[in-house]
């Protein structure tokens, strides 16, 4: 079955830093872009940013200014997005995304169930 | 950046038909794509490239994209076609994936 199953709810302080995770199944991870996605909580979704996992290319959303990182790790078919820093803003529901074909501009036919994240002194 | 305009609500009572706009500046020139959201649940594509359906999408489910408005348009309206549904496009310019607003679904 083809599937992207993200890592689990996740509550942390402000500063604290985090990693969450998606891991594919089903067809050749290295060879479709993946895409994660927020959603604020009561508000609509926004692209954070995509990689290619068969050479890490990446992406990125220019209004999160370096605030997070993608990643991809081949050897078992996860990709990763993180924080060093968390901030209250960060608190909200984060999607993975498998675009349709190898190239990035082409919609997203897989999601992933979301990663609720929590930020909360 | 580019930016996706969708009226906030629709309503429509079952059996009708819904439209759901998306505007943007010279849209038609883009690949629209539309994907629904059901309260509590990760988006699903209903339509992509303009006005394709992925398999499993019933034909209720349509799309059409000219000038500065797409359109998403669903016939005979069930209850559960209550959801959210969002636009989407990628700016070519920007090199950024954008997505509307979103425009909740009620069936009256």
């Known amino acids: 079955e083809v599937q992207l199953v993200q890592s689990g709810a996740e509550v942390k302080k402000p500063g604290e830093s985090l990693k969450i995770s998606c891991k594919a199944s089903?067809?050749?991870?290295?060879?479709?872009?993946i895409a994660w996605v927020r959603q604020k909580p009561g508000k609509g979704l926004e692209w954070m940013g995509t990689i290619y996992p068969g050479d890490s290319d990446t992406k990125y959303n220019s209004s999160l200014q370096g605030h997070v990182i993608m990643s991809a790790d081949k050897s078992i078919f996860t990709a990763y997005l993180q924080w060093s820093s968390l901030k209250a803003t960060d608190t909200g529901i984060y999607f993975c995304?498998?675009?349709?074909?190898?190239?990035?501009?082409?919609?997203?036919?897989?999601w992933g169930q979301g990663t609720v994240v929590t930020v909360s002194s | 950046s580019y930016v996706l305009t969708q009226t906030p609500s629709v309503s429509v009572a079952p059996g009708q038909t819904a439209k759901i706009t998306c505007g943007g500046n010279s849209i038609g020139t883009k690949r629209v794509h539309w994907y629904q959201q059901r309260p509590g649940q990760a988006p699903v594509l209903v339509v992509y490239?303009?006005?394709d359906r992925p398999s499993g999408i019933p034909e209720r489910f349509s799309g059409s994209n000219s000038g500065n408005t797409a359109t998403l348009t669903i016939s005979s309206v069930e209850a559960g076609d209550e959801a959210d549904y969002y636009c989407q496009v990628w700016d070519y310019n920007t090199d950024h994936g954008v997505f509307g607003g979103g425009t909740k679904l009620t069936v009256l």
């Open positions: 995304a498998k675009h349709h074909s190898g190239r990035y501009f082409d919609w997203f036919d897989l």
């Open positions: 490239d303009d006005f």
């Open positions: 089903g067809y050749r991870f290295t060879s479709y872009w």
